[in-house]
């Protein structure tokens, strides 16, 4: 969620290069973006602009900082959810096909969709590849419904400038992480998803209690030295 007092160059600057982290291809990553309508279209601009400056190309050339997908059969994949936002109607703000310099491995442009509606393809499903969406809400509460109109739960943030109202709404969402301003995990603590995106968690002691066995005795009387 990027709320209204988000500094939106900062958000796409950030949500850009967290992107870039194995191509898309990390089940928790910040893929559907709810910003309120008036600021929907600089938004898409800034995100476009820091999205498509990637460098894409050989992973192990230091330069790169996106590489190719996992497989040609992942490749198809992707291009096939792109190919249905622009048929759904979705607003195809920069990407979209393959890289023109790289003419061999699965490699597929950085690409954000603007305007897309919560209820298109490529909002309801995970792309697990370099393809944001970016999706008009008309005020907060309407984005925080949004956010939660979904069947997963994983991972999320809320882009603002007040801590205290980052906390708030993070409150509200149906995530089993919610970071601020970034992408943010800690396997040191609980980690894990709300809905479809799974049950239990891992990492801290939320993580170990499902290894454990509980035991329950049940007495007559106190047991001497009882407090």
């Known amino acids: ?9 900062a958000a796409a600057q950030t949500i850009a290069a967290g992107e870039c982290m194995l191509t898309g291809q990390v089940c928790s990553s910040l893929t559907r973006l709810i910003v309120t309508r008036k600021r929907h279209d600089e938004f898409v601009e800034a995100l476009s602009e820091a999205f498509s400056a990637k460098v894409v190309g ?3 050339d230091d330069t790169t900082e996106m590489g190719p997908l996992a497989a040609e059969r992942q490749r198809d994949r992707v291009e096939g959810y792109i190919a249905k936002g622009r048929e759904e109607g979705a607003t195809l703000a920069t990407g979209g096909g393959r890289p023109s310099h790289l003419d061999k491995g699965w ?29 008009p809400a008309d005020d907060e509460p309407a984005a925080i419904a949004t956010a ?3 069947i997963y739960g994983l991972n999320s ?5 007040d801590v205290d109202r980052a906390r708030s709404v993070a409150a509200e969402l149906r995530a089993g992480t919610v970071g601020h301003n970034a ?16 049950q239990g968690r891992e990492g801290g002691i939320e993580g170990l209690r499902s290894y454990l066995e509980v035991k329950t005795v049940i007495l007559e009387g106190r047991p001497e030295g009882y407090r």
């Open 157 to 161: 943030s809320v882009f603002t400038e």
């Open 148 to 150: 939660n109109d979904t």
């Open 183 to 198: 992408f943010r995990t800690d396997f040191g603590i609980a980690f894990g998803g709300f809905k479809q995106s799974g």
């Open 107 to 135: 490699f597929v442009e950085p690409t954000v969709f603007g305007n897309v509606d919560n209820g298109a393809t490529i909002a309801r499903e995970e792309i697990f590849g370099p393809v944001l969406t970016v999706i």
């Open 58 to 60: 050989d992973p192990f």
């Open 1 to 9: 969620m990027i709320l209204d007092d988000a500094d939106l160059g």
